[in-house]
Nanobody, 120 residues
Framework: QVQLVESGGDSVQAGGSLKLSCQASGRTYSMCDIGWYRQAPGKERELVATISRDESGNIKYGDSVKGRFTISQDLAKNTVSLEMNSLKTEDTGVYYC????????????WGQGTQVTISS
C-alpha cells in the first residue's frame, strides 16, 4: 500500500501563484508514476500533471495547465510538488495526489485532496 498526503491548498486571487506538495509513504517502490488530478464542482476529474519515478522523469501535463504549472519530485524524500502560476478562476477545485502502481494502467492510490480556490 501507498499513502499520499497533500498540502498547500489555499484561496488566492486570479493571477497569483500557489504550490502544492504531496508526501508519499508506504511501499513507494511499487509506484511508477505520481502526479496530480483535480476536480471542479460539477465536473469530472481531470489530469493536471504526472511524473515518472524512473530515470526518465517523463512528465505529462493537462492541456489547460501547460505553460503555467510545473511538476517536480524529490525521490529521496518521496515528495512531489506542483508549482502553479498565473492562476485562473477555472483552476478552482480539489486537487488530488495520485500514484500508479508499476504494471498497471490506472492510478490506484489517492490522497484525500486539498482545496484550491481562485477568486477574480
Amino acid at each position: 500500500q501507498v499513502q499520499l498526503v497533500e498540502s498547500g491548498g489555499d484561496s488566492v486571487q486570479a493571477g497569483g501563484s500557489l504550490k502544492l506538495s504531496c508526501q508519499a509513504s508506504g511501499r513507494t517502490y511499487s509506484m511508477c508514476d505520481i502526479g496530480w488530478y483535480r476536480q471542479a464542482p460539477g465536473k469530472e476529474r481531470e489530469l493536471v500533471a504526472t511524473i515518472s519515478r524512473d530515470e526518465s522523469g517523463n512528465i505529462k501535463y493537462g492541456d489547460s495547465v501547460k505553460g503555467r504549472f510545473t511538476i517536480s519530485q524529490d525521490l529521496a524524500k518521496n515528495t512531489v510538488s506542483l508549482e502553479m502560476n498565473s492562476l485562473k478562476t477555472e483552476d478552482t477545485g480539489v486537487y488530488y495526489c495520485a500514484g500508479r502502481r508499476c504494471g498497471r494502467v490506472d492510478y490506484e492510490w489517492w490522497g484525500q485532496g486539498t482545496q484550491v480556490t481562485i477568486s477574480s
